[in-house]
């Protein structure tokens, strides 16, 4: 079946970086884009970027840009999200989801688990 | 970049009909998306375009559009249907950058 499935929680001390992964099976993996999103604790859903997986090709929010790096191996038909310069604020649950892009909406039908990122010293 | 609202908290009795709502600008350009999400689980896709529900989805999910308002209505909320909803939507920046509202909490009483 389709699924996304995500690499394990991480504990990072300020400052450092983490990357996650994304395993994507069941689909063909250039067919789709790929966004992550991330949720702090009892707060809403934040939308970090885009990645193409079939050029590579990736757009960020501008909250992110310059801190996150968006990157996907085709032979493993895996994304990657790596943040870096991390900071209390950064704790959070990470997820991927695969993007529907049509003329007129984005749909993200499937989602990863979510991988959680503890920022703390 | 464009921004989404929603109410933070709406409350439907048992088998009645509730509408939450999500206004924003990008919205008048395109169709919002909905997600539910329940505690410790990622979101789940109720609703994309105009009114489309993926499979799965019970048909007292739907959704609509008018200007700059999208909105998801249950008709005839079920217990099971308690969870946080959020719209998304691409913004108007043409970047294919996207939006997500705050989330609205759904009280079924």
């Known amino acids: 079946q389709v699924q996304l499935v995500q690499s394990g929680a991480e504990v990072k001390k300020p400052g450092a970086s983490v990357k996650v992964s994304c395993k994507a099976s069941g689909y063909t993996f250039t067919s789709y884009y790929m966004h992550w999103v991330r949720q702090a604790p009892g707060q809403g859903l934040e939308w970090m970027g885009i990645i193409n997986p079939s050029g590579g090709s990736t757009s960020y929010a501008q909250k992110f840009q310059g801190r996150v790096t968006m990157t996907r191996d085709t032979s493993t038909s895996t994304v990657y999200m790596e943040l870096s310069s991390l900071r209390s604020e950064d704790t959070a649950v990470y997820y991927c989801a695969r993007g529907w892009y049509r003329a007129d909406y984005d749909a993200f039908d499937i989602w990863g688990q979510g991988t959680m990122v503890t920022v703390s010293s | ?109």
């Open chain 2, 1 to 109: 970049s464009s921004e989404l609202t929603q109410d933070p908290a709406v409350s439907v009795a048992l088998g009645q009909t509730v509408r939450i709502t999500c206004q924003g600008d990008s919205l008048r350009s395109y169709y919002a998306s909905w997600y539910q999400q329940k505690p410790g689980q990622a979101p789940v896709l109720v609703i994309y375009g105009k009114n489309n529900r993926p499979s799965g989805i019970p048909d007292r999910f739907s959704g609509s559009s008018s200007g700059n308002t999208a909105s998801l209505t249950i008709t005839g909320a079920q217990a099971e249907d308690e969870a946080d909803y959020y719209c998304n939507s691409r913004d108007s920046s043409g970047n294919h950058h996207v939006v997500f509202g705050g989330g609205t909490k759904l009280t079924v009483l």
